[in-house]
Structure formats: C-alpha cells, structure tokens
C-alpha cells in the first residue's frame, strides 16, 4: 500500500470512529429513537450522506466493532500454527481479555450502551440478528480451516457454544462490575466453563 493510501485509509478509519462516538454518546443521553442520523451528522460536523457512506443503517453507528471482531477471528485461526481451530479461538479471547481490549470493555460505559439497547426494539432485534451472524461466521471460519463445508454441523455447534459462552460471560462480568465485584474474575470464570464446554463437545472432532 503506497503512503497516500495507507493516510486516506487511516482517515477514513479516524472519521468513521468520530462519527460513531458521537452518535453513541446521543443515543446513549437521548435514547436511539429519539436521534435523527441528521442529527448525529451535525453534531459530527459532516454531511448526512457522509454518515451512509460509512455506516449502511442507522444501528450500524452504534454496533460499529463487528468487522473488527470477525478481522480478529481470522487473523487467530489462520496464524495459529500447529493449534486447532477452536484453541486459536479460545487463545485469542483469553488475550483480548488479559489485555483489556475495548471489545471486553468492562465499566460504566457498557452497561449504559447495553441499556440504550434493551429499550430499543430496534436496536434489540438488531443485536440478535447480529449474534446470529458472528456465530455463522465463526462457524464458516472454523470449517474453512480444515476444508470443510460451511455447514458442518460440527463447526456450527462449536460456533454456537463459543459465541454464547462469551456473551454470558461478558453479561456476568457486566453485572459483578455493577455489584462492586471483580468484572475480569467473573468474565474469566464464566468463559473457562464454557471453554470447557466446548471441548468436552467436540473432543472427537479435530476442531480442538
């Protein structure tokens, strides 16, 4: 990538982070429904048209780390070595979380983003439809590493029971954070039983 590129991209990628900061920080103070995209494009400084060029619907401005996630995913499971599918999987979230990846972020701001969800039929539908894709992904992802179908069946229960385990523990950690607790212990707690889990599922398969 030539020099001007790699600026225009890094450009790009810092006015889709503004944009989404400050249509996150509104619907967060004002609730989803009640902010207009014109709205979050003024208060950004940029053109309503400009919004769409990077975000294709309006819950794209809030759920906007999807595409880092799924980057993250790939890049684990096709650098990882002499390692399975899965254990480059497990491997790779156990260090966004000892690292404290803004992906885990476990603090007040959450649990507000979270909250802004649950009271939008919109956003809530459109986080499950989203749930539903990732773990379709990492399914196509895992199968892909050892040259078989999409739809294996092996792969999607994997996929499935990876994906859950995270949001139960993130949920768990959400709560213990709130509860004056220590919000890496309980992610850690709960992610290690479901990694379990896992393995114990498919132990006979070569995804672990």
Do not use: C
Not at 140 to 148: I, Q, T, V
Not at 155 to 160: F, T
């Amino acid at each position: 990538m030539s020099k001007p590129d790699g600026l225009r991209n890094q450009k790009k990628a810092e006015t889709r982070q503004a944009i989404s900061h400050v249509a996150t920080r509104l619907f967060i103070e004002r609730g989803f429904d009640n902010v207009s995209v014109a709205e979050v494009a003024r208060e950004a400084g940029v053109a309503r048209k400009t919004v769409f060029n990077y975000f294709l619907r309006k819950e794209d401005l809030i759920f906007d780390r999807e595409e880092e996630v799924r980057a993250l995913v790939r890049d684990a499971i096709a650098g990882r070595g002499a390692q399975s599918p899965v254990r480059a999987f497990e491997a790779a979230m156990r260090a966004l979380v000892d690292t404290g990846h803004p992906i885990f972020q476990m603090s007040a701001r959450p649990i507000q983003f979270w909250r802004t969800v649950v009271v939008s039929p919109s956003l809530t539908t459109y986080a499950r439809e989203l749930r539903v894709t990732l773990g379709d992904d990492l399914a196509a992802m895992l199968a892909d590493a050892l040259g078989r179908p999409p739809t294996d069946s092996d792969a999607r229960l994997a996929a499935s029971m990876l994906v859950s385990t995270l949001v139960v523990a993130y949920g768990d950690a959400l709560r213990a954070f709130r509860e004056g607790q220590d919000p890496v212990a309980a992610f850690v707690r709960v992610m290690e039983q479901g990694f379990k889990g896992v393995d114990a599922a498919l132990a006979r398969t070569p995804y672990v």
